[in-house]
């Protein structure tokens, strides 16, 4: 459908489709695996055709769009706002995670008063705190599947969320490292500071707003020789990951098995069918009748599979099954 012309409309038309597509995606939660896959190609492709009709070169800078011009939208909600004798705001801790604080007479209430409870300021604050706690999960997931996905952002891009209080804390503790080509290991690695990439020893390179970035690996981490250092850098200073990159577990095929497609690494282990296909749904994987769990990277024309002699759409009564191999 085509977007308004004025740019404020054409702005407010934008956030507005991409927090339906959004809320689509999120609330497809409730169904099976092989609805919400689907379901969650469809958002995928949904984005990707509004970032062509809004102009932008793909989906990224339309999601980073999106979420900079919600915490605009939600600007005035981080003061105090006077409603009937009681101050409220929009707090947002160091994590990044928001929350709805109130006080009357400089002294801090544990929640809204009930009479304000229907008050339209309050809902209204209520409804962008929500908005925000969505966002902080929308930033986490979209970063993950940035590093696993190899998605490249530009360094002004990614300095732009430093801006984002909900943002900023989820990207700072995360390590990036320069897009390249297939080289046997990572130039450089380290954390995005205003003033370059900063790596585990204080040591800065300096980076061009236009640059691009990868969120880095585990594999990354591997192959450029430190991983040890990080994992101790942020043990020592208390920094806590949005999700698993330095502490992550990370599996290398055996030496015997580098030229074959399959690996036998997991071979023998005992799973619980259920609980597997409900890990590793999170996960994008998928449950299929014929082929049993399986994920596609559409990108990289690469499906990844999981074999074991069991049932993943039903409980079993017997013995837990054993996988038997990774192709």
């Known amino acids: ?3 308004p012309a004025d740019k404020a409309e054409r702005e407010e038309e934008l956030l507005d489709r991409y927090q339906f597509i959004e809320k689509y995606k999120k609330e497809s939660r409730q169904f099976g695996a092989q609805r919400r896959a689907s379901e969650g190609r469809a958002a995928q492709l949904a984005l990707r055709n509004l970032s062509v009709n809004a102009g932008f070169s793909d989906v990224t800078r339309l999601v980073l769009r999106m979420e900079s011009k919600l915490v605009e ?4 909600c981080f003061d105090w706002q006077n409603v009937d004798g009681v101050e409220l705001k929009i707090a947002v801790d160091e994590n990044g995670k928001s929350s709805l604080t109130c006080r009357k007479d400089g002294k801090a209430l544990k929640s ?3 009479r304000l409870k229907k008050n339209e300021q309050v809902i209204s604050m209520q409804e962008m705190n929500k908005a925000l706690k969505d966002q902080y999960s929308r930033t986490k997931q979209m970063l993950e599947q940035a590093m696993e996905d190899r998605t490249p952002f530009e360094v002004w891009e990614l300095r732009e969320l430093f801006k984002n209080p909900v943002a900023a804390p989820i990207l700072k503790p995360l390590l990036v490292m320069p897009e390249q080509g297939d080289q046997t290991k990572p130039s450089v690695l380290g954390f995005l500071t205003e003033s370059g ?19 880095a690996h585990p ?6 020789g ?10 020592e200073k208390q920094l806590r990951q949005p999700f698993k990159q330095v502490f992550r577990e990370f599996y290398v095929k055996l030496q015997e098995e580098l030229e074959k497609e399959e690996s036998m690494l997991f071979s023998g282990n005992q799973i619980q069918p259920q609980k597997t296909v409900g890990a590793l749904r ?12 399986q994920k596609v990277y559409y990108k990289e024309n690469i499906v990844a599979r999981i074999y074991a002699m069991a049932d993943w759409f039903f409980p079993g009564d017997i013995e837990a099954p054993t996988l038997e191999w990774v192709v």
């Open 219 to 224: 594999f990354d981490l591997y192959r450029e």
């Open 112 to 114: 809204v008063p009930a």
């Open 197 to 215: 990439i900063e790596d585990y020893d204080g040591n800065l390179t300096s980076v061009r707003p236009e640059d691009t970035l990868l969120i």
């Open 282 to 293: 999170t996960r994008r994987w998928v449950a299929d009748y014929d082929d049993g769990l």
């Open 73 to 76: 939208n939600a600007a005035s």
């Open 226 to 235: 430190h991983w040890s250092e990080y994992q101790k850098l942020l043990f």
């Open 1 to 3: 459908l085509p977007l």
